[in-house]
């Protein structure tokens, strides 16, 4: 197993600003993904953060709405620009460990957009 | 779009009882992975099942994979307080694929 961080693990946030959450892995990984969950729902795949080249985003999610970044094999970033109420949701990354099949989460960032 | 769908939507029962959740999915899976999210915090992985097994054990979990009816069950036996959570199952598709697609999960409740 890997076990991940995230930061912040909350935030408070007022519409139009962005955030941008950290996730760190304490060991190297090849696959790093970001999801949303939205209130009451359940996960949603927003992108997959590939080290070296731009993330593979989902249908529905766009670079601009959220960018991220993938520097290293232990760390990933998610922006989530120009917030609306709508963005409020917890925000989790994920990682695939060695046996290609099982993915381990962070403990999630609760944002919530005023 | 949605794959699995977890049944049912609320459990409640008293500590001690067994609970046994479903899930249902629409495509050939290559792994069926079950997952526990306490109030709203990361997820905790379960157990994974792949396609090929009917049944695996872990600790106080039994899960089960009939791929002729595209469904899956958690057992969770001697159930605790703690075990109060949400439990989502969680479908990986094609072999070349890394992609989960989460049902709606089951909110169990266990009274002590």
């Known amino acids: 197993s890997a076990v991940i961080s995230q930061k912040p693990s909350r935030d408070i946030c007022q519409r139009g600003t962005s955030l941008t959450i950290q996730c760190q892995v304490d060991s190297q990984v090849t696959m790093m993904f970001w999801y949303r969950q939205q209130p009451g729902q359940s996960l949603t795949l927003i992108a997959t953060a590939n080290q070296g080249s731009e993330a593979t985003y989902e249908s529905g999610f766009v670079i601009d709405k959220f960018p991220i970044s993938r520097p290293n094999l232990t760390f990933s970033t998610l922006t989530v620009s120009n917030m609306s109420p709508e963005d409020s949701s917890i925000y989790l990354c994920?990682?695939?460990?060695?046996?290609?099949?099982?993915?381990?989460f962070g403990p999630g960032t609760r944002l919530t957009v005023l | 779009s949605q794959q699995g769908e977890e049944d049912p939507q609320a459990l409640s029962i008293q500590e001690g009882e067994n609970a046994t959740m479903n899930c249902s999915y629409k495509t050939s899976i290559n792994n069926l992975q079950w997952y526990r999210q306490n109030s709203g915090r990361g997820l905790v992985h379960l157990i994974l099942i792949r396609s090929n097994e009917r049944e695996k054990h872990s600790g106080r979990l039994r899960v089960t994979l009939d791929t002729s009816k595209k469904s899956s069950s958690l057992l969770i036996t001697a159930s605790r307080a703690a075990d109060t959570a949400s439990y989502f199952c969680?479908?990986?598709?094609?072999?070349?694929?890394?992609?989960?697609?989460f049902g709606k999960g089951t909110k169990l409740s266990v009274i002590p």
């Open positions: 994920s990682v695939l460990t060695g046996d290609g099949d099982t993915q381990y």
């Open positions: 969680a479908t990986k598709t094609g072999a070349g694929s890394y992609q989960l697609t």
